[in-house]
């Protein structure tokens, strides 16, 4: 019985990655998407977000039935209610890289990035893209200095948008007030992503060392409980 | 063992309760701070988010110390899984009302709203404050109609967020970038809690009927598991 229950813990561990490789493509590609002005390649991200929400259903599904069917205390427990967690983190960054996507194709065939933004936004995705790889990594290896590492590249995400702000700011701003709401709304899709991205690697720290990386993860072990 | 049982459910549901109202009026008074360009005002609702998390820390603390000693099953089961998912959106839409007063402080002594979008941005603040209160109420009374009532209200938000937008992109638009990113960031936060508030409710409704109001709430029952 308790074999069959690790399996099922297991399996639920490889849907978190899942998602995570998924949701990973899907900024990537949504980036992609709305640099080149390429609208099949958005249509694409968009569809694709369905698959993701049909795995986090799934994964929550699962993971209830195991809460009900095993009762699992302590650390497994922590483990199932935690992978619950995860799973809403990388559903949002879906949708969050869809957002991106739809952004591309509601001002197709105009391009929503102007040229001189196009090296920020790029380095923002491809930060956002490897942050969820390595979110992705953290759960399958555990290893918590590579998770404590994603908060220097989540640092990095905050300077980019930051630069992008003063850019905006600036008095030679001159693409108009449209794609000036457009970016803004686009640094913040990325700056959220890249929040899930470690909010899942946090909630792996918690995991393991039962104590939180910082007040993002909240909930306390339940340890002999 | 099962009164004391379900007296600690109750109290997960007060907590829940006292959060959105905590929500709510930090909402409101963001608003009142951010159109009056009062910085105490801002400051007080910046500082009171602390103890909307640690209601939010103590709550889950619950939740996980009642799954591991009662291992509640079927019903019982969801209730306190939906408890931890209406948690996380109170304490983002915290978060929320957060970023608005930080606004409200960073622009100040400026103001960061004109005054011809005062009263779109108090009617935003209205209406989201009220689906806050709204959604309080469907926790306690488990209305199923007055819950779904909340999607009509969200419209209402949309159609002043898609309203702020048409302002914006107006080639009267006067204001400079500066107030447009302003607006831009106003207009999502506003949007985004308003969205956490019609989930919470969604939630309440797949409680009582073990159907979802949409996708937002993804979890089956686990009926007779």
Same mark, same amino acid.
Do not use: N
């Given at each position: 019985?308790?074999?069959?229950?690790?399996?099922?813990?297991? !399996?639920?561990?490889? !849907?978190?990655?899942?998602?995570?490789?998924?949701?990973?493509?899907?900024?990537?590609? +949504?980036?992609? %998407?709305?640099?080149?002005?390429?609208?099949?390649?958005?249509?694409? @991200?968009?569809?694709?977000?369905?698959?993701?929400?049909?795995? #986090?259903?799934?994964?929550?599904?699962?993971?209830?039935?195991?809460?009900?069917?095993? #009762?699992?205390?302590?650390? *497994? /427990?922590?483990?199932?209610?935690? !992978?619950?967690?995860?799973?809403?983190?990388?559903?949002?960054?879906?949708?969050?890289?869809? =957002?991106? +996507?739809?952004?591309?194709?509601?001002?197709?065939?105009?391009? +929503? @990035?102007?040229?001189? /933004?196009?090296?920020?936004?790029?380095?923002?995705?491809?930060?956002? #893209?490897?942050?969820?790889?390595?979110?992705?990594?953290?759960?399958?290896?555990?290893?918590?200095?590579?998770?404590? $590492?994603?908060? $220097? *590249?989540?640092? %990095?995400?905050?300077?980019? =948008?930051? %630069?992008?702000? #003063?850019? /905006?700011?600036?008095?030679?701003?001159? =693409?108009?007030?449209?794609? +000036?709401? *457009?970016?803004? /709304?686009?640094?913040?899709?990325?700056?959220?992503? %890249?929040?899930?991205?470690? !909010?899942?690697?946090?909630?792996?720290?918690?995991?393991?060392?039962?104590?939180?990386?910082?007040?993002?993860?909240?909930?306390?072990?339940?340890?002999?409980?």
């Amino acid at each position: 019985m308790r074999d069959a229950y690790h399996e099922e813990l297991d !399996s639920i561990g490889e !849907s978190l990655v899942e998602m995570a490789r998924l949701v990973g493509s899907a900024i990537g590609r +949504a980036t992609t %998407a709305i640099l080149d002005t390429d609208l099949k390649l958005a249509e694409s @991200v968009i569809a694709a977000d369905e698959k993701i929400d049909d795995l #986090q259903r799934d994964l929550e599904q699962r993971a209830i039935a195991l809460l009900a069917r095993q #009762q699992p205390v302590a650390t *497994d /427990l922590r483990i199932v209610v935690t !992978s619950l967690r995860m799973s809403a983190d990388l559903e949002r960054s879906g949708d969050l890289a869809q =957002h991106v +996507a739809k952004l591309a194709r509601l001002r197709f065939p105009e391009a +929503a @990035v102007p040229q001189d /933004l196009h090296a920020t936004i790029l380095e923002m995705g491809q930060l956002a #893209q490897r942050l969820m790889a390595k979110a992705a990594e953290v759960i399958i290896t555990k290893d918590i200095d590579l998770a404590l $590492q994603l908060e $220097q *590249d989540d640092d %990095a995400i905050d300077l980019l =948008h930051r %630069a992008l702000f #003063q850019h /905006l700011m600036d008095d030679r701003w001159k =693409h108009g007030i449209e794609t +000036a709401v *457009d970016v803004t /709304l686009l640094g913040r899709y990325y700056e959220r992503f %890249a929040d899930h991205a470690v !909010s899942v690697a946090k909630r792996v720290v918690y995991l393991v060392t039962g104590e939180h990386a910082d007040e993002i993860v909240t909930a306390e072990p339940v340890e002999g409980a």
